[in-house]
């Protein structure tokens, strides 16, 4: 079964430190999203991403967070100066056009800022 | 804003009983509702979902239940098998606008199912 791929699956970083996140997503598949999740939380809206740009983000997303997809494949989320409360499981995700299943997740990627 | 709630955080059933597992929502203009079974150190995998179209989805041991007057949904399982052990989570999205939507997360609920 098709499956969205999110590399490193955990990520450790000094605060004020860049992170890129990347993810491979389902070859047919349009929308792609970022959802993370803070430890003991629920999982949380970023971003959503269509025809190359971006279709709808949260108060979440500032400018320190940018998505893009540099070579038609990867989806990559970028976080330019980390801070400590940006310690969470960023999860990808994607539907096909029309889906009626919901979206598929990748596994995660952790990302602790220290 | 907690425009989808779960308010149980834990649940506990024997083997082969049914689990109910109950989400409420605040935001009228949802029409899509989903459930997500999460397993530690995986993402969120999609269980069942129902529009607001309908009251009721079956898939094999899953059905959800929508009641749109009191703005509540349950998943149901039955019979419960220990493998259902996970958190579940309840998303609510607005899907009118196209297939690009946005999903809004309930804090999820730990089912544990006991043999």
């Known amino acids: 079964e098709p499956e969205v791929t999110q590399t490193p699956s955990h990520q450790v970083t000094q605060m004020g430190q860049e992170v890129i996140l990347r993810c491979v997503p389902i070859?047919?598949?349009?929308?792609f999203y970022w959802y993370r999740q803070i430890l003991g939380q629920k999982v949380e809206f970023l971003v959503s991403?269509?025809?190359?740009?971006?279709?709808?983000k949260s108060e979440i997303f500032d400018d320190q967070f940018s998505v893009e997809r540099p070579d038609g494949s990867n989806f990559t989320l970028k976080i330019r100066s980390t801070k400590l409360e940006d310690s969470a499981m960023y999860f990808c995700?994607?539907?096909?056009?029309?889906?009626?299943?919901?979206?598929?997740f990748g596994s995660g990627t952790r990302l602790t800022v220290v | 804003d907690q425009q989808v709630k779960q308010n149980s955080p834990s649940l506990s059933v024997q083997e082969g009983r049914i689990s109910i597992l109950n989400c409420d929502y605040t935001?009228?203009?949802?029409?899509?509702f989903l459930w997500y079974k999460k397993y530690p150190a995986e993402g969120p995998t999609f269980l069942i979902s129902?529009?607001?179209?309908?009251d009721k989805n079956e898939d094999g041991r899953f059905t959800v239940f929508l009641n749109k007057s009191a703005k509540h949904l349950s998943l149901h399982i039955v019979p419960s098998q220990p493998g259902d052990s996970a958190v579940y989570f309840c998303?609510?999205?607005?899907?009118?606008?196209?297939?690009?939507?946005?999903?809004?997360f309930g804090k999820g609920t730990l089912l544990t199912v006991n043999p």
């Open positions: 070859s047919n598949h349009l929308y």
């Open positions: 991403f269509y025809n190359n740009e971006i279709s709808e």
């Open positions: 998303a609510a999205g607005i899907r009118s606008g196209g297939s690009n939507y946005k999903l809004t």
């Open positions: 995700a994607d539907t096909p056009l029309g889906g009626s299943h919901g979206y598929t």
């Open positions: 129902i529009s607001s179209i309908k």
């Open positions: 935001n009228s203009m949802f029409d899509y």
